[in-house]
C-alpha cells in the first residue's frame, strides 16, 4: 500500500547548525505535503506545508523541499536551537480522502 | 481553552475492561479525527467525522472500537473489552474542512495502559 516514511530515525546536531530532515514517500496522489514537530508529551504541531505542484516553500527559519521526481521532501531548519529538540513526522495529505498519513518520524536531538 | 481538549490525560485499566476516551474540538471546526500513536511510532489513522456526514471509520482496528460525535462537537472512542495491544496514546485533532490542506490540530493525547 501507499506509505509516507522516514530515513533516519535520529539526528544530533549541534545549537547554531542548521539541520535537514528526509522523507521519503510513495502517494504520488497527495495533494499536500506536511512538516509536523511533535515535543514530548504534546501532540504534534503543524509546521509547513507544501502543495505537490510546488518545489519550494520557506517559512520563518524553515524550509521545506519537496522533489517529486524522486518522492522525496525534506525539512531544513536554518539556527538550529534547543526549543527545535522534538520528533519530527512528514505527512501527505489526499484531498479527496480528507485523510493525513504519517511517516515513522525522525528524533531531532540540539547539542549545547 | 482555545485548543483541542482531551480527557482523561491517562488512563490506566485492566485487561478485558471498557474505556472511553473524550475530545473536546476547537470551536467552529467541523472536522475531527482520532489517531492512534503507540511508543515510538508515527500516528496510525482511526476514524473521521465531517459535520453531519457518515464517519470514515476505516482505521479501526477491530469492532471492538467505536467513536461518536454528538452535536458535531465533542466526541468519544470507546474501546471495548481492552487487550493489551491497545495501550498507546490517543491523539484527538480538528480542522476547518478547507480543500487541499492537512493542518490539523491536536489535542495533547490520552495515554491508554491496558495491565
Known amino acids: 500500500g501507499e506509505s509516507v516514511g522516514l530515513h533516519l530515525p535520529t539526528l544530533s546536531v549541534q545549537e547554531g547548525d542548521n539541520s535537514i530532515i528526509n522523507c521519503a514517500y510513495s502517494?504520488?496522489?497527495?495533494?499536500?505535503f506536511i512538516w509536523y514537530k511533535q515535543e514530548s508529551g504534546k501532540g504534534p504541531q503543524f509546521i509547513i506545508d507544501?502543495?505537490?505542484?510546488?518545489d519550494k516553500r520557506q517559512g520563518q527559519r524553515v524550509t521545506v523541499l519537496l522533489n517529486k521526481t524522486v518522492k522525496h521532501l525534506s525539512l531544513q531548519i536554518a539556527a538550529t536551537q534547543p526549543g527545535d529538540s522534538a520528533v519530527y513526522f512528514c505527512a501527505e495529505w489526499e484531498g479527496g480522502e480528507n485523510k493525513l498519513t504519517f511517516g515513522t518520524g525522525t528524533q531531532l536531538k540540539v547539542e549545547l | 481553552g482555545a485548543g483541542v481538549s482531551q480527557s482523561p490525560s491517562n488512563k490506566v485499566t485492566e485487561k478485558g475492561k471498557d474505556v472511553e476516551l473524550r475530545c473536546d474540538p476547537i470551536s467552529g471546526h467541523t472536522a475531527l479525527y482520532w489517531y492512534r500513536q503507540s511508543l515510538g511510532q508515527g500516528l496510525e489513522f482511526l476514524i473521521y467525522?465531517?459535520?453531519?456526514?457518515?464517519?470514515?471509520k476505516s482505521g479501526l482496528p477491530s469492532d471492538r472500537f467505536s467513536a461518536e460525535r454528538t452535536g458535531g462537537s465533542v466526541s468519544t472512542l470507546t474501546i471495548q473489552r481492552t487487550q493489551q495491544e491497545d495501550s498507546a496514546v490517543y491523539l484527538c485533532a480538528s480542522s476547518l474542512r478547507r480543500e487541499g490542506t492537512g493542518e490539523l490540530f491536536f489535542g495533547e493525547g490520552s495515554r491508554l495502559t491496558v495491565l
Open positions: 507544501i502543495r505537490s505542484n510546488m
Open positions: 467525522f465531517q459535520g453531519n456526514s457518515a464517519p470514515d
Open positions: 502517494n504520488s496522489a497527495s495533494d499536500y
